[in-house]
C-alpha cells in the first residue's frame, strides 16, 4: 500500500506511478511489436510477460487504489514502508525480465506481498464502512494466500497455476480495484460487491459454472448501478465494463483466452484507469479510445492481420494520455 504524505497525492507519487506506467506500457508495446517481427525481444517471451503484468500491478494499480483508500480515511503505510515497497516492486519488475520466477524475483514479491499485508492490517477498520471498500483489506488478504500455490504449481502444473493466476487478479481487480476506483470518484458501490467478487473471481480461474457466470453478470450490474452519477466518460466505460460481465452468462463453462486478455487490458487501462487518475479532458478520452481499440484489436488477433500492431500502436498512444494524466499539476495539487 502506497501512502500520501498529506491529504493529496505528492508530485514524488506521481512521478513513480508515471514511471511504473511507462515501463508497463512499454513492454506490453514491446512484446506486440515481436508479434509483428517489427521489434525482437531481447529475452524470454514468458519473463517479459511476468514483468509486464506485475510492473502494471505492483507499481501503478496498486498505489492508485491505495490513493484512493487514503482519501477515503483509512490507514496506509508509512513513508519508510512506502520507499521499502517502490523499491522491491523495481526490483520485481527487473528480476521477472531477466530470470522469471527465480530466487530474487520471489524474494522481492515476497516483500510486496508482506507490505500489501500490513497495509491490510493497518486498514482493518474498513468492515465498519457501508460501502464497497470494506470487503477491500480482506480481499487483499485472500488474494495474497494465492501466491504460494502459484509458486508452487508454475513449473509442476501449469494450467493450474494459469487458473489460479486468474483467480488472484480476479480478487484483487474486483475486490479491491473496482470498489477503489468508484471511491476514487465519489461513487458509494454496495457492500455487496465485495461477496460477488469473490465468486466472480472464482469463476474466472479454476472452477467456471453456471452459477458463477450469474455473479460474474450479477457483479457488472453492480457496477454499473454505482456508477450511474458519474461524469458521462467514465460511466461509460463502467456501463461498457458491466455489459461485457453479463456477456459471462454466454461463457459459463470459462471465457476463451483472446476474450480473457481483451477484457482484462479494456478493465485495467480504460474504467480503472481513468477512474483511479481522475482523468478529465481530452487526455481522458485518448486514455479511453485507445483503450477500447487495443481491446478490440487482442479480441480479434485470431482473425484480423496485424492486430497486434494495431494494439501496439494504441498501447503507444494510451502511454502518451497516460503520462499527460498523471503528470498534470491537478493530478499533484487537488
Not at 504524505?5 to 514491446?30: E, K, M, N, Y
Amino acid at each position: 500500500m502506497i501512502p500520501t504524505i498529506d491529504a493529496h497525492p505528492s508530485r514524488r507519487l506521481a512521478f513513480w506511478l508515471a514511471t511504473f506506467a511507462l515501463v508497463t506500457a512499454t513492454i506490453g508495446i514491446w512484446m506486440r511489436a515481436s508479434f509483428e517481427g517489427w521489434a525482437p525481444l531481447a529475452g524470454t517471451l514468458p519473463h517479459f510477460r511476468h514483468a509486464h503484468s506485475h510492473a502494471g500491478v505492483y507499481g501503478l494499480f496498486f498505489p492508485l487504489a491505495a490513493l484512493a483508500w487514503h482519501e477515503a480515511g483509512l490507514p496506509t503505510v508509512g513513508v519508510r514502508t512506502a520507499a521499502l515497497y517502490l523499491f522491491a516492486s523495481a526490483v520485481a519488475v527487473a528480476t521477472f525480465a531477466v530470470a522469471g520466477y527465480a530466487l530474487p524475483s520471489i524474494v522481492a514479491s515476497s516483500v510486496v506481498g508482506a507490505v500489501w499485508l500490513f497495509g491490510a492490517w493497518r486498514a482493518r477498520g474498513a468492515w465498519s464502512r457501508d460501502d464497497a471498500l470494506r470487503f477491500g483489506p480482506l480481499a487483499v488478504v485472500i488474494a495474497t494466500a494465492f501466491v504460494p500455490p502459484i509458486a508452487l504449481t508454475t513449473r509442476r502444473a501449469p494450467l493450474l497455476a494459469q487458473e489460479l493466476v486468474h483467480t488472484f487478479l480476479g480478487v484483487l481487480m474486483l475486490g479491491v480495484f473496482v470498489p477503489a476506483a468508484l471511491r476514487r470518484l465519489d461513487a458509494k458501490p454496495s457492500p455487496l460487491l465485495g461477496p460477488l467478487a469473490l465468486g466472480a473471481a472464482i469463476q474466472l480461474g479454476p472452477l467456471p459454472t453456471w452459477p458463477g457466470a450469474a455473479i460474474v453478470a450479477a457483479y457488472g450490474l453492480g457496477v454499473a448501478h454505482a456508477a450511474r452519477e458519474l461524469p458521462r466518460l467514465p460511466r461509460a466505460l463502467w456501463w461498457l465494463f458491466a455489459l461485457g460481465s453479463v456477456g459471462a452468462l454466454l461463457r459459463p463453462h470459462g471465457v476463451p483466452h483472446d476474450e480473457a486478455i481483451a477484457g482484462l487490458h479494456f478493465l485495467l487501462l480504460g474504467p480503472l484507469f481513468v477512474s483511479l487518475s481522475r482523468g478529465q479532458g481530452l487526455a481522458a478520452w485518448v486514455v479511453s479510445s485507445a483503450a477500447a481499440t487495443m481491446a478490440t484489436a487482442l479480441l480479434l488477433r485470431a482473425h484480423v492481420p496485424h492486430a497486434d500492431g494495431v494494439a501496439a500502436v494504441a498501447g503507444g498512444v494510451w502511454l502518451v494520455a497516460a503520462l499527460v494524466l498523471l503528470l498534470r499539476p491537478s493530478f499533484s495539487a487537488r
